[in-house]
């Protein structure tokens, strides 16, 4: 907290407490982008539990990516972002490929697909998400954090 020789009326010493504290918390947030897609995994809004705890930080931020649909693992994201030609699927090359058309649509991967979901079995579990990117070949297992 910056020192001041000038005298501070409770108030403003209070606020000043307060942004200092604040800005304190949010290094300590923005520092970490695993507790970042931790937030976003655990937040009301989601019904995941802490499945994440055990995975190693690249697994978490690479399904995160696929949850909220801009991951760099398809085509139409690179493109998007310019470090690709073609917003095209390389695996059906019928349809631009996007998270849904990976997840959902592409034919290339209806084996795959039925395998990790079997009919009317589909849910959003990260773990079985993971497994089918796995299947399909676009993640490797992770290694384990090395922290
Ligand atoms: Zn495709």
Known sequence: MPQST??????????ALKRHQQSIAEDRYLSN??????RV???SEHSYQHWQRDWPRD??????QVCMGHSP???AYLHRIAH???AICPHCHSADE?????VFQCPAHDHARRDTWPVDTFTTDPRRLWSYLERIGVVTPPLPDRE
């Open 33 to 38: 982008p695993h507790a970042r897609v931790h």
């Open 98 to 102: 996007t998270v849904e058309h990976l």
């Open 59 to 64: 697994q978490c931020v690479t399904v995160a």
């Open 6 to 15: 000038v005298p501070m009326d409770f108030s403003s010493a209070t606020a």
């Open 73 to 75: 693992l398809v085509a």
């Open 84 to 86: 690709w030609d073609s």
């Open 41 to 43: 995994f655990t937040g």
